[in-house]
C-alpha cells in the first residue's frame, strides 16, 4: 500500500478538517483522508493487509458486463484485482466476470447444492 499517496501520514502532525473530512499534514498541504501510517505500522512490521472483495451476483452475464462498461471505477478495480464478480446463472453456475470481458470465461461445477 502506497501510504505517501493513499494514507494520511504522520498522526503527530495532524490538523484535523471539518470533523470528519480529513486531515492536514502540518499546517498546510493537501486534504489527506487514508489512514495514518501508525494505524498499519508498528515500527517493525505492517499491520494492515490489503483486502480484496468478492461478489457474486445472480444475473445474466451481459446485464453485469453493462453494469460494469458504464462504471470506470468498477472497470479499474475489477482489471486490477481489487474486486472479484462472479456470476450465478440459473443453472447454479458460477462463472468469473473479468475485464476487460474474457472471449470465453470458465464456468465451475453447480455450487447450488452444495454440502458444506
Sequence with gaps: MDNERLGSGNKLLHNVVGGNLGVFEGNGGDL???LPLQ????GQRWM???VR????IEAPRERIL???RAQTVVQHL???GWLQLWRIGEAGEVEPITWPPAAQAQALPD???HQI
Excluded: F
Aim: aromatic share 0%; charged share 15%.
Design 32 to 34: 489527506r483522508i487514508g
Design 66 to 68: 453493462s453494469i460494469v
Design 39 to 42: 494505524s498499519l505500522h508498528d
Design 111 to 113: 455450487l447450488a447444492n
Design 53 to 56: 472483495l468478492c461478489v457474486l
Design 78 to 80: 475489477v482489471a486490477h
Design 48 to 50: 494492515h493487509e490489503p
